[in-house]
């Protein structure tokens, strides 16, 4: 071997090490990650598992992974014997408005505070950063009496209307909007467009991605949302999905198989939406997070 060979089979040698300590540090790194991913879907899993066993076996205090024997009568139960059915509906519609409303009404003021120059508007701005950093859960009196005063409870209206403030959802959109050249809205305004026609013909079709991402999230939230709902519809006719299953019970109180088939089946349409478009889900959670950072 040629003494100018030595170096480059001394350097491949170590770079063939460095890479073994790449691989093995990898390697330990996908085993915590399946780990973590396994702790996480375990609850999941344990939920949909007791959901199909006998009530017997339930009570029984059996610890098994897997039932004895299937049995769905927890499902026929909660059909038969709840209002679930309402409860889906009620789901889907205010979930629906919310979505809907929130994205029509943070894309239209954020396109003002973006592409519009009027008098207060930076204090404006200011205002929903501040009510960004409040949780709803502050508000809830508030919202409380406001929709008592209204005569709104018990309602899908008093369901909606508070669940309407989502700051993030202008930050986000005003974000966009500020990267898009202005000479596109000059040259539109040339053409005699008003500012409607800007903001659904040239803005947001730039934008589908991130609309899409928003109104999944935005959907996703309003499904999932519980405290308010929980205070603002007290009757099984105007509950929501999440609400409506702390109802489930039969004569012997509580029973966990079905409470477990009750809470899979609210969380069935959330899961189907983010198997979906779970591309669009994390693509809404990085851009919350940006704003968040």
Not at 43 to 59: C, F, H, L, Q, R
Not at 228 to 240: D, R, S, V
């Amino acid at each position: 071997m040629s003494a100018e060979a030595l170096p480059r089979v001394a350097e491949a040698s170590e770079r063939g090490g460095r890479d073994r300590a790449i691989d093995i540090g990898g390697l330990i790194l996908t085993i915590i990650t399946f780990a973590a991913a396994l702790a996480a879907f375990f609850p999941i899993y344990w939920a949909i598992i007791t959901s199909v066993k006998p009530d017997g076996e339930v009570i029984s205090g059996s610890n098994s992974l897997w039932p004895g024997r299937f049995s769905f009568d927890s499902y026929i139960h909660i059909w038969n014997n709840t209002n679930i059915a309402i409860w889906y509906v009620n789901s889907m519609v205010t979930s629906l408005i919310i979505t809907a409303l929130v994205i029509v009404s943070s894309a239209g003021c954020a396109y003002a505070l973006s592409q519009l120059d009027f008098p207060g508007r930076r204090v404006i701005y200011v205002l929903i950063l501040a009510c960004f950093m409040v949780p709803m859960q502050a508000l809830i009196v508030n919202h409380f009496v406001l929709m008592a005063q209204f005569k709104l409870l018990n309602s899908w209206a008093g369901i909606i209307l508070p669940q309407l403030i989502v700051p993030v959802v202008i930050i986000v959109y005003k974000q966009f909007f500020d990267s898009v050249p202005k000479e596109f809205r000059e040259a539109a305004q040339m053409d005699s467009a008003g500012h409607f026609k800007i903001l659904f013909r040239i803005y947001l079709p730039m934008n589908w991605g991130v609309t899409a991402a928003l109104a999944i999230i935005t959907f996703i939230g309003a499904w999932n949302a519980f405290l308010w709902p929980f205070l603002a519809a007290t009757g099984e006719a105007t509950m929501t999905v999440p609400v409506g299953i702390t109802q489930v019970k039969d004569a012997y109180g509580i029973v966990y198989g079905k409470q477990m088939a009750s809470a899979v089946a609210a969380g069935l349409p959330v899961a189907i939406v983010y198997l979906i478009f779970q591309r669009r889900v994390t693509q809404a959670i990085m851009l919350s997070a940006g704003v968040k950072g």
